[in-house]
């Protein structure tokens, strides 16, 4: 007790300070700093770490996002044109308003890098073996770049005179335009790797390739379109041969009505090119336009820019008309049973057929490989399939990617294919072929299918490898206010119809990171200080990452449960998760 | 300078011109437009103040105890639930004998909900060890908030500043406001017995045997007990500085009187009036302005009512089961006096009913009529 003035004023007062007092004894909780998975980045074929990226970008750390891209994948700017973002549809903030505009983030950064040169190549220390690999798609490149950074030599042989395959040739610039590719693909040519194009390549290639390569990664995607066996098929033009043109040449104008045969992304490009070359396209497509495999904003797009789409439409022939074609089509409707994929059966009404008359026929319904050797065998022990390639090692080992063995054809998904593919070379060469699949498991992102180059390169260090993925449920959402996704600026469907540059402008960096801000960053400590705030005994400590003085805290819990995002759990004293 | 001033923002006023540091609140009407005020001159650059928005009457005290306990001049504001709300704290900040000065605006508890006069609220924390003055109008609002920091850090207890609900909080008066000089004469800057140092640290409010409890309680006694003489040197200056003092009571025309009305609050304006009205009828009646409830100035009393036959307490107040509460608080300052008023009680004006003049010449009337006083409180215009 202390009397602090003449007048009476008595008052207890301790003799040392309150920190003489260390609370923490109290504890038998304890609170931890974890780093979950975001559904985004569990959804992402990639990998990427999503909320970290956001994170980066709503601070404007551009350099910090990109090289928090680059880790996982090295197509930043362009997987921001051309990805379909299954990372938004797994979004959690789309069960408050809507889900964050993560494409248009990595685009943004993406675009950052061109437009800052900032070109980052750390070189790893070769380790003396060198792979083959076979195409310079997105596969074959991603599993170039991987492999380079696991200290492989790489050579790429391309069949064209430029590298890119179908990021190059199969996807129209407005969509991707050329200066994104090419900046992209010096990146890793820049970090050592040949790119020997207008090499043809043949089986015989694989017979010698164990004079110089250690492994072979084949990754040249489908070279044979499908054929749709109807009289007059010859009269249609391929589709991708067209596409490929387009992209060489200088497109020229074509008039009057073209048909598009098929309901896939290609299909959908080839029309949005012949609109921009003054042609009027209509898709021919046997079921309804909610069962094309074409992505939905891509069909909306292109109906907006005037593609019509005739469904439940089958052409039997095409014919010649004088100068122009005549397609026969069979009127189809939707059946009761379903198809072995889960998509609505459909059956020819009988009698129902009608002409359409056109000026040419693109046929657009898939493609194949277009050699034996390009496709892996399958059932031998010495065969393993993996979810994005297949690693054959019977004599030198050779893994198939990309589409070739791919169930879903997307840009993302050759590059997850590129990824794996390099990770299973270097366990093959490290811990040996039983422990492939192993070893992969360890690298998932969450349960999987992404794997992480971060956890692969560094598995005690890495902050990928939370087993669980942060539910809605997880978010305290008493710290989030609605807020409006940010409108991204389109060009208007009229003046799309005359140009193949890309229709949408760069958003400004303001608005991005507002946008990038969001982000509930699910399952990462972003440093909002919440905890720090809360506690009572202010235990949680500022620094290069929030820690905790385990002196002070009590395991009251009050910091878990302020936490907005799922990076703190609460586990009980000396029954450490690991996590 | 006289302004035409909202009761509430005489308050606001005086806490500007006395220079606090900090200022915590959580509004709650009739209040709020005390601390609207405050927030506007702290947004302005007028006041330069920590305003620390909280989100409860609890937290609000809580801040500024924290705020006092680190030396620097306090201020918050609230009304009926919100001081219910804060009542466990009130007990720590004359506990530890923090300066803090509130305003406290009377307003009615719920249920039923209603916001308008009513001094239960603030009564019903008389024995929190706080000081409490209860002011007439917008004027003594404002020259009591000023001498509430004197009166505070001198002694170490917390003041309440009381007002009635929109009768006075929400009325325009004119109001003389000083200028920040005369006002920086009368109340220098905080000089804190006793704060919180980072250099040096300890903490307060330590756990205290029973050997040593009863002193410290000992302590705050003695602190209320040297509060008239204090407050009486306080008022001196003020007077010097600003001409104008008020007293812990105030009588009016009570040493020839057989009757006086004992009053607090603005009832006391009307009643001045009602005393002149029948003053010139010829009857022999006094006022009574009750202004300092704790300590109660029980000296004063005895010395105005121990001659008078009769005294008639209006609260505007009850404690249910035992009646008006400042006619309990006159009865026992008066009990062991050997001539002694006989102590009718009336309870009026609840929940903001209107106490008008004609109230009270009823109560005059039925305590001139009645020759001893009822066992209990009788209440006052009721209609059923």
Known sequence: MFKFADDPLRFSRSSISSRGNKTGSWRYLKPVFVKRTAPCSAACPAGADIPAIAHLTSHGRYKEALDTILRENPFAATCGHVCFHPCEHACNRSQLDDPLAINAIERHVGNWAIREKYQPVEKSPPNGRRVAVIGSGPSGLAAAYFLSRLGYGCDIYESEKEPGGLLRWGIPAYRLPLDVLTFEIDRIRKRGINILCDQKISESFLNTAAKQYQAVFVGCGHGRPVQMQIPGEDLALDGLAFLKDVRKGHPSPLKGVSAVIGGGNSAIDISRSLVRMGSAPIVLYRRRIQDMPAYDPEIKLAQQEGVRIKELTLPLAIERHSDSLLVRLQKMRVDDRKTDHGRSRVTPIVGKQETLQVARVFRAIGAVPEASWQQPGIGSESVLELSHCTFTADGLPIVHGGDLVNQTLSVSDAIASGKQAAMAIDIYFHKGWASIEAELAACRVAQGPALSMETYCDPEKSSRRHPQIVDFKDINTAYFPTSERIALDLDHPVDRRISFSDYRPDTSSGALSQEAARCFNCGMCNACDNCRLFCPETAVCEGEARSIDMDYCKGCGICVEECPRSAMVLEEEGHETGS | ?384
């Not at chain 2, 917008?138 to 207890?157: C, H, K, P, R, W």
């Not at chain 2, 000992?218 to 009486?232: F, G, S, W």
């Not at chain 2, 040493?255 to 006391?268: F, N, P, Q, R, W």
């Not at chain 2, 009769?310 to 400042?326: E, M, P």
């Open chain 2, 1 to 384: 300078m006289r302004q035409v001033l909202e009761g509430s923002h005489a308050v606001s006023e005086a806490v500007r011109l006395a220079r606090v540091q900090v200022i915590s609140a959580y509004p709650i009407t009739p209040q709020t437009h005390i601390v609207e005020a405050i927030s506007e001159h702290c947004a302005s650059g007028k006041l330069p103040a920590k305003f620390l928005c909280v989100e409860s009457e609890h937290s609000a005290m809580a801040a500024v105890i924290g705020a006092a306990s680190g030396g620097v001049r306090t201020f918050t504001a609230t009304s009926g639930q919100g001081l219910a709300y804060m009542h466990e704290l009130l007990h720590w900040a004359s506990g530890a004998r923090l300066p803090i000065v509130m305003a406290e605006v009377n307003r009615a508890l719920a249920p039923g909900w209603n916001i308008w006069v009513d001094q239960t609220d603030s009564l019903s924390q008389r024995d929190t060890g706080w000081i409490q003055l209860y002011c007439e109008d917008s004027q003594e609002v404002f020259d009591t908030t000023l001498m509430a920091y004197g009166i505070a850090e001198q002694v170490n207890l917390p003041v309440m500043v009381i007002l009635d609900a929109f009768f006075l909080s929400h009325t325009y008066e004119p109001v003389d406001i000083p200028e920040q000089e005369r006002v920086d004469r009368f109340l220098p800057p905080i000089k804190p017995k006793f704060m919180l140092d980072t250099n040096e640290p300890y903490a307060l409010g330590q756990m205290v045997a029973p050997g040593e409890y009863m002193e410290m309680r000992h302590d705050i006694q003695q602190a209320m007990d040297k509060v008239p003489e204090r407050l009486e040197r306080i008022e001196q200056a003020f007077e010097g500085a600003f001409g104008r003092r008020y007293g812990t009571v105030e009588a009016v025309s009570c040493d020839d009187a057989d009757i006086v009305l004992v009053v607090s609050g603005t009832v006391s304006s009307t009643c001045r009036q009602v005393l002149a009205d029948l003053r010139s009828q010829g009857e022999r009646v006094g006022m009574l302005k009750i202004k300092m409830l704790r300590p109660f100035p029980a000296d004063a009393i005895c010395h105005t009512l121990g001659h008078v036959e009769k005294c008639a307490v209006v609260d505007r107040n009850c404690s249910f089961g035992a009646g008006g509460i400042f006619a309990q608080e006159v009865r026992s300052a008066l009990c062991n006096l050997q001539d002694r008023p006989l102590v009718f009680s009336y309870i009026a004006g609840l929940g903001g009913r209107d106490i008008t003049g004609d109230t009270l010449m009823d109560i005059y009337g039925k305590t001139r009529d009645t020759d001893r006083p009822p066992k209990q409180s009788e209440w006052i215009g009721m209609t059923s």
